[in-house]
């Protein structure tokens, strides 16, 4: 099974800043099968990045994904007030299994 | 409009059963998996499993095969997770969600989450 390492575990910033999460596999993952979500309190996760790199519907174009093999990045380039919450990397493997790294938690520094 | 609407919360005791649902609407229910994701209190996210409501195949985490049993019932387009005998441990949110694509498999739509507590 692939593991998928997130980090830093909290990140403190201000709005504004740029952020940067980092999503690292245990061992190569297709760009293809990598996604990334965000979830706020009390609310379901939200598909933000597919295919490592393409926005789902509605996603601002202040974030984007890339990454390639064991190392992924979601970056968001001026955090917003709803941008703080905890984001999920998701990885795909064969025969149908999902895990999700362990969140990143996005919080106002 | 993709919608998934769960059941509602429910407080059961250890040793008791269990079954609680996913109604998918504004899509055609039987060409999309299905999946149910765990999440206990302050912890992240774990994929249990998922279901092709279409000929109901059915895959399993290693961590819940045995756990649980995902079931569904395309005449009312609804998808269900259930346990013969709930622990302690059992407590947590459960989201299901749809798996939007075989070609990138990821989740594009998710219900709003069955809160499960079980306690004596």
């Known amino acids: 099974e692939i593991v998928l390492t997130q980090s830093p575990g909290t990140l403190c910033l201000s709005p504004g800043e740029r952020a940067t999460l980092s999503c690292r596999a245990s061992q190569s993952v297709s760009s293809s099968y990598l996604a990334w979500y965000q979830q706020k309190p009390g609310q379901a996760p939200r598909l933000l990045i597919y295919g490592a790199s393409s926005r789902a519907t509605g996603i601002p174009d202040r974030f984007s994904g890339s990454g390639s093999g064991t190392d992924f990045t979601l970056t968001i380039s001026r955090l917003e007030p709803e941008d703080f919450a905890v984001y999920y990397c998701?990885?795909?493997?064969?025969?149908?299994?999902?895990?999700f790294g362990q969140g990143t938690k996005v919080e106002i520094k | 409009e993709v919608q998934l609407e769960q059941s509602g919360a429910e407080v059961k005791k250890p040793g008791e059963s269990l079954k609680i649902s996913c109604k998918g609407s504004?899509?055609?229910?039987?060409?999309?998996?299905i999946a149910w994701v765990r999440q206990m209190p302050g912890k992240g996210l774990e994929w249990m499993g998922i279901?092709?409501?279409?000929?109901?195949?059915?895959r399993y985490s290693p961590s819940f095969q045995g756990q649980v049993t995902i079931s569904a019932d395309k005449s009312i387009s609804t998808a269900y997770l259930q346990w013969s005998s709930l622990k302690a441990s059992d407590t947590a949110m459960y989201y299901c969600?749809?798996?939007?694509?075989?070609?990138?498999?990821?989740?594009?739509?998710w219900g709003q989450g069955t809160l499960v507590t079980v306690s004596s």
């Open positions: 998701q990885q795909y493997g064969s025969s149908l299994s999902w895990t």
């Open positions: 279901i092709y409501p279409g000929d109901s195949d059915t």
């Open positions: 969600a749809r798996l939007g694509s075989r070609v990138y498999n990821y989740f594009d739509y």
């Open positions: 504004g899509y055609r229910f039987t060409s999309y998996w």
